[in-house]
């Protein structure tokens, strides 16, 4: 995806990810983002599915969506032509801006981060990323809010 590219989020699939970022403070919020690719460079996201954040370091600071989530979801997702698109995750107390240490954990280039930043249990506001082709940097992407 580029800069230009457009992504959709339903209003409902970003309140979802606020809300969750709020139940997790003061730790880390995961999961998981479903959706469609436009065939335009475009992505729409349909879906979202939370999980446990498994990261067995301080859960405040990394994430780690649970494999297992990821698999219910694929095999949810299985014929529906929709795919899993991207990930969701916090940051408590910390701008929702990717971190060092998402940049060395951006293994697939292909999904899409939202991340939404929580200052003292409250959600504020949610952007989202993409890797660049390279994996040497993220780069902001527009989102729209979808019905
Ligand atoms: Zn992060």
């Not at 040497?136 to 729209?144: P, Q, T, V, W």
Request: proline letters at 6%.
């Amino acid at each position: 995806m580029n800069k230009s590219s457009a992504l959709v989020v339903p209003r409902a699939v970003l309140a979802a990810v606020e809300r969750a970022a709020e139940a997790a403070y003061p730790e880390e919020a995961c999961g998981l983002l479903a959706g469609r690719r436009d065939g335009s460079g475009g992505l729409v996201v349909t879906g979202f599915r939370g999980s446990a954040n498994v990261a067995t370091t301080d859960r405040r600071e990394t994430f780690e969506v649970d494999p297992a989530a990821r698999f219910a979801l694929m095999r949810e997702l299985e014929g529906t032509g929709a795919e899993i698109v991207g990930h969701y995750h916090s940051h408590p107390d910390h701008p929702p801006e990717p971190s060092a240490q998402d940049l060395e954990h951006a293994y697939e280039p292909e999904l899409v981060w939202l991340i939404t930043t929580v200052a003292e249990g409250k959600a504020g506001s949610t952007r989202a990323f993409a890797v660049a082709a390279d994996g040497s940097c993220f780069i902001a992407l527009e989102i729209a809010l979808g019905p």
